[in-house]
């Protein structure tokens, strides 16, 4: 059984950083495609970043702009998202996921990702 667990989030001021961390359990971290996406009310949801298999294929959302990183550690089994030079426009819900076996990505298409963790928030202050 794949589970997906976020934690990181907080409460920050403009221009500060956090880093996301989601633990896998029930298969490795680099042998499926992972990312993150994230969330508000009222909004669709958005891929900010995808690792792909190959640990080398990383794709972000046009808004990241170069201040966010996802990365993965096989040993920690852990998928990350650091994030700096956070805007108050980064408000939301982050969640971590991953696609289901046997599937590819597509870039940050959220099709391919069947396991979800629960979210961890963040919200950053101007």
């Known amino acids: 059984q794949v589970v997906l667990v976020e934690s990181g989030g907080g409460s920050v001021q403009a221009g500060g950083s956090l880093r996301l961390s989601c633990v896998a359990s029930?298969?490795?971290?680099?042998?499926?495609?992972m990312a993150w996406f994230r969330q508000t009310p009222g909004k669709e949801r958005e891929g900010v970043g995808v690792?792909?298999?190959?640990?080398?294929?990383?794709y972000y959302g046009d808004f990241v702009k170069g201040r966010f990183t996802i990365s993965r550690d096989s040993v920690e089994n852990t998928l990350y998202l650091q994030m700096n030079s956070l805007e108050p426009e980064d408000t939301a819900m982050y969640y971590c996921?991953?696609?289901?076996?046997?599937?590819?990505?597509?870039?940050?298409?959220?099709?391919?990702?069947?396991?979800w963790g629960q979210g961890t928030q963040v919200t950053v202050s101007s």
């Open positions: 996921a991953a696609v289901g076996k046997g599937k590819y990505c597509s870039g940050l298409n959220s099709r391919p990702f069947d396991h």
């Open positions: 690792i792909y298999t190959n640990g080398i294929n990383r």
């Open positions: 029930g298969y490795t971290v680099n042998s499926r495609c």
